[in-house]
């Protein structure tokens, strides 16, 4: 045996745990960003289940729903972002990355504007469509004309998280999240309790805090730019052949998370049929599911951030090594999950609302959000490969097929087994978001070779 090989077999272990480190330095910051999330969701919900009455906690619910569908919806803000930014930073490329973010940036605001125009439709439309009682309908239209102000600087935070989470730079990612997050904590205590303005000031912290977040992103873009590149090019900006590809990969993802939102919206709107109760309920539940989504999010996000460099370096091997230790991590995060669920999820809904009839029919529904995350966890980290990979349409057809699947099954489980069915039926469609996402993984690996995207 040579010399040279017999120096490389101590270290030929130290691989794995290099990208362990690597996969856990990235992520442990991006989970605690994306926990800071649902931690605001809980504190809104928590401040509206105090109210007197089920239906502002339902209110605040369809609401939420309802910037779901706005913001979410342009989530591919975000996702397209990163996929482009992680690819541009992994080829050394830096002035196709500045670019690929001042046309984010250009797309957030304009679609904003939009937003801010088209308000009154779009409220009174979607709000009728998830049903509701009267009382929760007149709560949720005051929740939602006091939050939509700030659409365009929120759907432009999207764009600066995709460039922080893109690059790298995840402990800035953390830090603006909690900033944005802490604002708003402290404004919806103050607009609610000390300036007594109710669901408008749920509304209103939430604008808040979208408003100041982006004053910090803006200063963390400009003190993160790389120094030396030539002038923005308008002709490069509005590149034809960059801009086809940034509509493609937009249209795929919006088109994705639409499925998505939609599958959520009809759970909110089965579950609204069968009364207040179960509707805050549900809600309560989906606080859990948020919870976790964002917490296995940051592997995913890692997995993104890793992923898309190793395409745009053309490293097949670290591309293999970022979905093996992303995923082994994952797993472990879901398990953590549904142990803490398991075991405090009485102890969680007892501090989200004071309802005795809403407290007992969440724990009677709680075993469903247990297992949730188990069922849910190749989903969120394939969600993450693909993205970086920026294979859009797979995640689009994939989740097109998922959303069938729940639709299909989703009315007749709820008619033979009432709202268990209902849950039932979004854990079989969580269960085939992985599925289905699994069966394009190989033929994504072995086209790894030589391509960079």
Known sequence: MSEAASAAEPTAPALPVRWHRRVLALAFPIVLANLTQPILGAVDTAVAGHLDGASYLGGVALGGLFFNFVFWGFGFLRMGTTGLVAQAHGAGEHAALRDNVVRALFLAVAIGAAVLAL???????????????????????????????????????????????GTQRVRLALLSQVFINGVNIVAVFLYVHAFDWGVAGIGAATSTADALGFVLGAALLWHGRTRGLPALNRHALFDAAALRRLIALNRDIFLRTLCLLLSFGWFAHLGAKQGDATLAANALLLNFQTFMAYGLDGFAHAAEALVGAAIGARDRHAFVQAIKVTALWSALGALGFTLVYAGTGSWIVERLTDQASVRATADLYLPWAALSPLVSVGGYLLDGVFIGATRTRELMTSMIVSFAI?????????????????WAAILVFMAARGVTLACHLPRLVGGMGGESA
């Open 119 to 165: 308000q009154v439709p779009l409220i009174d439309y979607a709000l009728r469509a998830l049903g509701g009682s009267d009382a929760v309908q007149h709560n949720a239209r005051i929740y939602c004309h006091a939050r939509i102000w700030a659409a365009p600087l929120a759907l432009g935070n999207y764009v600066v998280l995709g460039w922080l989470l």
């Open 406 to 422: 729940f639709v299909g099954a989703s009315w007749p489980l709820l008619m033979l087994y009432g709202n268990h069915g209902l």
